[in-house]
């Protein structure tokens, strides 16, 4: 290699590294860089450096390019078998099956997860400290909450949340995951106390991605509850972080119930339609937002029948991010 083409690919490896240290409040700017990142791994870069760079932009695309994210991570996984000699430090491979486990689940590929959890679980090293083992900790809770057992991604959750405590760090991730899949669970109560608390915390910090999750899960917390005064005012509060974050889908289907049981079919109809236009082509509804859509659709349709919810739904696609508070946080429909 080159003296040029070694300073280009030491470039492109601190370019996969500032992905993930800048600060994910500032999300359009690790949008940028990661796509230039992505333009740039393959022109000269050492294939462990290439391993890292796809490998970062998994998960910087994990929550809103979910099947862009499972591409990098199987990318990062070729690489890793490549490049894995017999007697070397697995965890490399670990770290690479784990991501792969957790994009292709998001994607609904629950076989190509369950293989990669497998293999994953063979080179695991018991002895590896908590930062190394929270990968794997953390895949096998979410492909457990994404193939319908709550009970075990609950249990995984848990496991994260005391490893994050074991290294020092901040357990907003693993409390917000937890606050999820209580409510996956059926314990809305619980996942309502855990996001009041969660939120109140985070209100008082800057890590405003992880607010806006949480303002997210409680909001479907208190709506399961049918609590819509308490969810109208979380959401309101979440609401103007959904375009900064690409949440505009999941709002969506969780804005589209608040109207439903506030005896709004007209809205939930539109808030619905223009959820399905926010969700990118192929992407499948996670669990509690699938359930909150079809509970909302169910209640718009008998309300308006058929054929008037299909063109109300039919105009809410065409609904821009600003149309969405005239249509949410009213309390009857025009």
Not at 115 to 132: F, I, K, N, S, Y
Not at 188 to 196: D, K, Q
């Amino acid at each position: 290699m080159t003296r040029q083409e070694t300073v280009a690919a030491e470039l492109k490896a601190a370019g996969a590294s500032l992905v993930l240290a800048l600060p994910q409040s500032l999300h359009a700017e690790r949008n940028i860089l990661t796509e230039r990142i992505e333009a740039l791994i393959a022109q000269a870069a050492p294939a462990s450096l290439q391993q890292r760079a796809w490998l970062a932009s998994s998960m910087h695309w994990g929550n809103t390019q979910k099947h862009r994210s499972y591409a990098a991570a199987k990318r990062a996984l070729d690489l890793a078998r490549t490049t894995q000699p017999p007697a070397r430090d697995s965890f490399d491979l670990y770290f690479a099956l784990a991501r792969t486990a957790s994009a292709a689940a998001l994607v609904g590929e629950m076989g190509a997860a369950t293989a990669a959890l497998v293999e994953m679980r063979l080179v695991e090293d018991p002895g590896w400290p908590a930062q190394r083992l929270l990968w794997g900790i953390s895949a096998e809770a979410l492909a457990a909450g994404l193939r319908g057992d709550p009970a075990e991604a609950l249990r995984r959750t848990r496991q994260q949340l005391a490893a994050d405590r074991a290294r020092g760090a901040s357990s907003s991730s693993a409390l917000t995951n937890l606050i999820n899949f209580e409510l996956a669970a059926g314990d809305a109560a619980g996942a309502a106390r855990s996001g009041a608390a969660l939120v109140a915390t985070l209100e008082r910090s800057r890590n405003e991605l992880h607010l806006a999750y949480a303002r997210l899960n409680l909001t479907a917390a208190l709506l399961m509850l049918d609590d819509q005064a308490q969810a109208r005012a979380v959401a309101q509060a979440g609401w103007p972080q959904a375009a900064r974050f690409e949440l505009q889908a999941c709002w969506g289907d969780y804005l589209g119930l608040l109207a439903a049981l506030d005896s709004r079919p007209q809205a939930a109809a539109q808030l619905l339609g223009y959820a399905d236009a926010s969700y990118p082509v192929g992407e499948v509804r996670e669990p509690n937002e699938a359930s909150a859509y079809h509970r909302a659709r169910a209640l718009a349709r008998t309300a308006l029948g058929f054929d008037d919810y299909e063109r109300l739904h039919a105009q809410g696609a065409k609904a821009s991010d600003a149309d969405i508070p005239a249509l949410a946080f009213v309390t009857q429909d025009i």
